[in-house]
């Protein structure tokens, strides 16, 4: 793995970089399309591709639980599983773990649970999930974290915050047997500075080749995030890649790419594609509602997708209402193509030293 | 509309024909892909396109009660609201009425009924349906008929039988009012020789451009059914393309073309999709079976179509083992590129002389 920053906002910190992975060439900031389970949720590779995405997302414990490693395994790896050739990051699941399994223990050693999907009882150390994602063939590699919630005192989020630093410990030693892809290490700390400043003091102490925040948009109030965003950025290694796990919407984007964050990953646009909400270049447009019935408009003017080039939103109303597939098919198509297209904007903002009019502009005709 | 048989099987009745409509040219025997709501569910016009689709079908009863008339007029018909530019066929939606809607009253007069939607009531005549039609844009258009279940009384197939001629005859006049796109007759008489023939000859004397048959694939033994078939379509003029409608699996429809027919319909391509199985050169693959979870094959090693080409039957299992939306995309859309890729295979063989032997060999491989 290879990383440059190649400009530098004069008004913000926000920068403009390249990564390079065996699998592809990464321009940054970017976001990363979220496929959980194999699939960016209704959309083809062909699509994602068309869209213009660089890099997805995936995930280590939806995947080991369903279809499970060795399906996995016999098919070549997951990007043959899957015909995506470009590189995958794959989050450990350990958030997944938290919010959604059957939490039964948290030990130093490992993690006692039970899957969402049919009860039956797992125990994961930070090392088998390392292992699970080189089976997996990832580009890019998470390590298990203690994610803790919002709010949390003090003490649990310190104690939260040193097992974090031992799992990365122990994760890149497993990593190091292998060598393959590249591991990120996880900020943790809450809303806490000082813990989120001694999180990442820790990791580089370790060193990792990219560092990821993780923890935030768990139920924090905004300010308090861009706060805790804003002291922790500001120390992570200029010269890594920076990563804001789960974030988020298009504002939130641009805030963090301003505060020097590189790449990001939400379910937001395929979520509220799927219920029938499109981001627009003047914010959500809830095309199921019947307002829109005999709008014969596209989406977004401005956006030139295969969704807005071809379909109104009088169409893609009735679509919804009819209970058709094709609807919630081609606003998820849209909304990834939107966020991809914001950030290749985002970047061209950055290198014509504009980001910050570029991010007011956007604001503005968002509200 | 013009239609000229350009090749006659010597072995059976099979017949390949050039079809042109305003909006293009179908070559036929050709199979219709049923886009019901203004959309073949799962797929996008660009993908019918890829799978070669010449002519869809979509229902006037469908688009009459959702969206409604108003707002596909408002889109400028049909075509400009599902972003589909080759012709459309547009059931009258009779089939609907008496299966799906509550019907309340037949008369001579038309139907009278209450939506299945919302159990609105409406009235309906057959010039209504033909005005329906006209506004949607359709390429070809059906009148509206009288669709008997099976078993009937002969009696009952009478009355019924006389009805449509009645109706058919009237809207004939109604469309003759405007003369856009073309209507077509339907032959009714359900499993009666003599009435099938009656009606047939009722309707060539009233003089329509195409002929369909009804009231077929209503729970009849397929022996009957290709014994009335086959008495039905020898007496339509060869002239005419013919068009079997609501038929079917692969091999009925290769058998109707044995007989003569044109023109085929139906929902099964997406419904098994959306199912899980697939139908492939070697028989019906239901790849949502947990057999298929290490299958690195693909759907139909003889298809050259999207999926085929680029997923296992390992991956799709997964996606419908997880509910993933992508899953019964990739086999609505083999199945529809299956069928008319079938089609395509057919009109070769009947061009090389060989349709019979092509016939049997897809029935043995398909046991």
């Not at 869209?51 to 395994?73: E, F, K, T, V, W």
């Not at 308090?224 to 990563?243: A, C, D, E, F, Q």
């Amino acid at each position: 793995m290879d990383f440059k920053v190649t400009h530098n906002d004069t008004q913000t910190a926000a920068r403009c970089g390249v990564l390079t992975l065996e699998r592809g060439t990464i321009e940054t900031p970017i976001f990363m399309p979220v496929g959980t389970q194999a699939t960016v949720k209704s959309l083809s590779p062909k699509e994602l591709e068309d869209c213009g995405a660089q890099i997805i997302l995936s995930n280590a414990y939806h995947l080991y639980l369903r279809p499970g490693l060795d399906i996995i395994r016999e098919a070549g790896g997951l990007h043959k599983f899957m015909n995506w050739h470009k590189p995958v990051l794959t989050d450990s699941g350990g958030y997944q773990i938290f919010s959604l399994a059957i939490l039964r223990k948290i030990k130093d050693e490992g993690l006692d649970f039970q899957s969402h999907l049919d009860g039956s009882r797992h125990f994961l150390t930070p090392e088998d999930v390392v292992r699970v994602q080189l089976a997996l063939g990832s580009d890019i590699m998470m390590p298990l974290d203690e994610c803790v919630s919002y709010p949390v005192s003090f003490d649990e989020a310190q104690v939260a915050l040193e097992r974090t630093t031992l799992w990365a410990h122990r994760s890149k030693k497993e990593w190091e047997k292998e060598k393959k892809g590249v591991l990120f290490g996880i900020v943790q700390g809450s809303t806490y500075k000082d813990l989120r400043k001694r999180s990442l003091e820790e990791l580089v102490e370790i060193g990792f080749p990219g560092y990821a925040i993780g923890g935030l948009s768990v139920g924090e109030p905004a300010d308090l995030r861009y706060n805790i965003l804003h002291g922790t950025v500001g120390y992570l290694p200029s010269t890594s890649p920076r990563y804001l796990m789960g974030v988020g919407l298009p504002q939130d984007i641009l805030e963090a790419v301003s505060l020097g964050v590189d790449m990001f990953d939400c379910v937001v646009p395929t979520r509220y594609g799927r219920n029938g909400t499109a981001f627009t270049s003047r914010g959500k447009v809830t095309v199921r509602n019947g307002e829109f019935s005999r709008d014969q408009s596209p989406l977004d003017a401005d956006c030139s997708c295969y969704c807005c080039r071809n379909f109104t939103r009088s169409y893609l109303r009735h679509l919804f209402n009819a209970g058709e597939i094709l609807g919630l098919r081609l606003v998820s198509y849209h909304n990834i193509y939107f966020f991809l297209d914001l950030m290749k904007k985002a970047r061209q903002a950055i290198k014509d030293g504009c980001f910050k009019e570029f991010k007011e502009s956007f604001a503005a005709r968002c509200v």
